[in-house]
């Protein structure tokens, strides 16, 4: 590539980023620094009527807590700025007006009321009303009025629109990185509004100056915005701009792989479809998944590597990523190889910083960090970590590590505590209490070396142990968690179960 990749990635603060668009940013983001180029934030807010509080701050965070950093954006600055498309709305009247002059754009006067009246009339006749060549002779522009009327009604106060005057009997041939080649006739499309009675432009104008302004190569968005590339392409030639790069990343569908993935999907599912919460959406970050597990799920959902391999981190996603391996049919979303993921990342992180994020978990169940140390937990969570795919699972995986049972597992209890298994265990009191060192390695050579002299079978034994220190029959080995939590408590609790059972 010989011109400097910028790369930009553009939402309009109208909510909560969805996950797809945070995937919009991380490929942007993986593209620029593969190729050594500029990441841009631009926040796409001319349309007031959409714009939500708070909506920025949470694209600005979500990126953050992503670990996706952009070079020039509102607030970081750069050469380019502002950043803000209402920071820029006095810039795109010229535009808009260069494009009249050139003829690509006309002045249009019809009101809502009169577009509205041919819009329902066309659909009481099963058409759809289109305002394009075949019927704007016969509506109210600059085109079909007089320039005196034209002037007379603006000199009035009028209110009007500028549209874009598309093509009549053309085929364009547009090109997508991902889609390849796209022929479209130019009879289908109609004549957008560029720039709006309010005197802001509209998303396609905006967007479209901004890129050429801010010297973007590669426009890398979500499929839905395929069909503005014809106009688009059609701008970028009226004004005759060198038109940037092309990528449409597919959808991300449903679970079941029939249409988009929907906020209502994640309620259904119970997964997130926000990075972030938001109002009462629950979103990744606080549902417990970290976001390397995201950013890596997120690669995978139109992107592979072409290899087995899956687990990446950003920095060797930056070396794999390329536009050409994304894929062209839509990426079906599935909750389950989210939480894959979450486990495989959980797996990578080191037991002391595991150990910092359980610790308010444990102090949130009242355990007080100055009786449990950070030590004992780091060991905890070592035997348990293999088997939980979240923080929050330790908890659920380990509490007997930190309380005694108070209850034991009925199906286990009747299967494995025998008539005479208290005397059993009354036996093996005292084999534990003469043991010195503590450890995995001595209990369990005491205890085996035990039931080897006594003639037991183990399924006597090992069994209603485990039911004793861990209320079930489940957990790591055994003498990994006696060794533990120590003597006096395995003592405690064996004693309590002879009690109890
Ligand atoms: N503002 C548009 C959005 O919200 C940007 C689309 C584009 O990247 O061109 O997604």
Redesign the pocket.
Known sequence: MNKEVRV?????P?GPLHIG?LR?ALFNYLFAKKHGGKFVLRI?DTDQSRYVEGAENYIKETLAWSNIPYDEGPEKGGNYGPYRQSERHNLYGQYAEQLIASGNAYYAFDTPETLDFYRKDHETKGKTFIYNWHNRLKLKNSLSLSPEEVQQRMQAGEAYVIRFKSPQDKQLLLKDIVRGEITIDTNILDDKILFKSDGMPT?HLA?VVD?HLMEISH?I??E??LP?LALHHLLYEAFSWEKPVFAHLPLILKPTGKGKLSKRDGEKGGFPVFPLSWEDAVGYREAGYFPEAVVNFLAFLGWNPGTEQELFTMETLVTHFSLERVNKSGARFDPEKTNWYNHQWLQQKGNRELTQLFMPVLEGKGLIPSVITHEFVEKVISLIKERANFVKDFWELGSYFFVSPTTYAEKARKKQWKEDTADIMQQLTVVLQSIDDFSSISVETSIKNWIGEQEFSFGKVMPPLRLSVVGDLKGPHLFDIMALIGQQECLKRIRNAISVL
């Open positions: 930009r990635f553009a939402p309009s109208t668009g919009t796409e998303y967007n890129d426009v968005r979500g839905e915005w503005s």
